[in-house]
């Protein structure tokens, strides 16, 4: 299995984005059980598997602290998911409920309370 993450802050900066998206097209066009991840801050996050797109609300009344981490704590959380054969919907809300624990602190690990 193959999982390609993406940023969608980065994606959408990058001068080569034209380039980018036809790669993504044709290389998860040609494959299927291809995941596409796309994280998107406080927007949520977007998984696509087999032409269908499965969305993720951020969490809402958040204390942002500090983003550090953010991004590896949604990506464990959504391959703990996957892993576990939890549906994608779930697997992208356990990333997000990650993420959105570690924003809340200090540093990139969850510290337990």
Do not use: P
Request: with cysteine.
């Amino acid at each position: 299995m193959l999982i390609f993450s993406i940023n969608e802050i980065y994606f959408k900066k990058s001068s080569n984005f034209l380039l980018y998206l036809k790669l993504i097209i044709l290389s998860f066009s040609k494959e299927i059980n291809k995941n596409v991840i796309i994280t998107r801050g406080a927007d949520g996050a977007i998984a696509i598997k087999n032409r269908e797109i499965f969305e993720c609300d951020a969490k809402s009344d958040l204390n942002l602290v500090d983003l550090t981490g953010a991004g590896d704590l949604f990506a464990a959380g959504y391959l703990h998911g996957i892993i576990n054969n939890l549906s994608i919907e779930k697997a992208l809300d356990y990333g997000t409920n990650l993420s959105s624990k570690v924003i809340q602190q200090i540093g990139a690990r969850i510290k337990n309370n």
